[in-house]
């Protein structure tokens, strides 16, 4: 354990002395699986993570169905009207439509729906409210927008935020507190990129979180999503989400198979969604460049990352 943490404190070390690639993020991260920081800009700059938001909102309906022993892949949700109508990211779900947990997490994840979020909050929301029956006021309020939603949707949103709030600090996510599940602009929506590392750690840990984030794409009924993170077209890379607004800049969590093993890169504010895949990539392969050329080479394969000149992310929206 000793020897361990010495290790990792040699390389540690080893890549502050460096200088990494310039960026136009203003925040990112780099940390092994097992949270290990490796790297970092700014990490605990406290900034608005747009999407990366869903990834607690996913990881919480997970967390509830265990709390509560639900079984996930049993739940079905029914569209409500309100969901329809929020704006931005969209996977375009019907009103009254009825899908299972599992297909709505995909609806989250993949083209990144808002209207999933609101879905799956509303619901979860409900069952807290009615199981816990008690009255709960949550330190913090939901977004919302004058007249948007009643009041018995206002307690449902209220209670799942607050919930998303709670695996948050029981994540040891302390800087991070968030006040809707899908990630819109908010001043009172904030992380930084060390707890969005830890959370994204938390969120690959569940099988079917990691199974659908790795998706490219997935169709059900009459749908058909495909997944907003291009970087999954590429070796050796997975998940986790995209997100992007105009306050929050161009933001991305991934999860890599490096030389390392599995490393998780969060990035926070970049100009705009292509140099976010191209300056996580390039983050990626100079952190295993520079590893295998400080440490003896018999310790560690030789890097398997590509070179990102020459690779093409083409942008058709905001995501």
């Known amino acids: 354990m000793n ?9 540690q070390s080893a890549l502050s002395l460096l200088n990494p690639p310039q960026t136009t993020a203003l925040s990112w991260c780099i940390v092994t699986q097992i949270g290990d920081e490796l790297v970092s ?8 993570v747009a999407s990366l938001t869903k990834i607690m909102t996913a990881y919480t309906a997970i967390q509830l169905c265990e709390d509560l022993n639900l079984d996930y892949n049993e739940i079905n949700i029914r569209i409500p009207r309100i969901a329809t109508q929020i704006g931005g990211t969209s996977a375009f779900l019907r009103r ?5 947990l599992v297909e709505l997490l995909y609806a989250l994840m993949l083209p ?11 619901h979860f ?24 939603y009643d009041d018995t949707q206002m307690s449902n949103m209220n209670r799942f935020v607050r919930q998303m709030n709670e695996n948050a600090m029981k994540l040891g996510m302390r800087d991070s507190q968030f006040s809707n599940p899908h990630g819109l602009s908010s001043k009172a929506n904030k992380s930084t990129a060390s707890d969005m590392c830890r959370m994204s750690s938390a969120y690959l840990k569940i099988p079917i979180l990691k199974q659908i984030c790795n998706s490219r794409s997935f169709s059900c ?11 999954l077209h590429f070796e050796n890379y997975n998940g986790i989400k995209t997100g992007i607004t105009p306050n929050a800049g161009a933001c991305l969590a991934v999860s890599y198979e490096s030389v390392l093993g599995s490393i998780i ?10 140099r976010r895949f191209e300056e996580t990539d390039k983050l990626i ?35």
């Open 125 to 148: 929301g409900s069952i807290l409210n009615t199981q816990r029956k008690q009255k709960i006021v949550s330190y913090i309020t939901c977004d919302t927008i004058q007249g948007f």
């Open 3 to 11: 020897e361990n943490k010495s290790l990792h404190t040699k390389r």
């Open 221 to 231: 009924r009459n749908y058909e999503w495909f997944n907003t993170n291009q970087l």
């Open 285 to 319: 392969n100079w952190v295993s460049r520079e590893y295998s050329l400080y440490f003896n080479k018999t310790m560690y394969p030789p890097p398997r990352t590509a070179s990102s000149k020459g690779r093409s992310f083409i942008i058709k929206k905001q995501v």
């Open 41 to 48: 800009k700014s990490p605990s700059l406290k900034l608005e």
């Open 265 to 274: 890169v969060v990035l926070i504010g970049a100009k705009d969604q292509k």
């Open 112 to 122: 990144s729906g808002n209207d999933a979020a609101i879905s799956i909050a509303l």
């Open 96 to 100: 009254d439509d009825i899908l299972s």
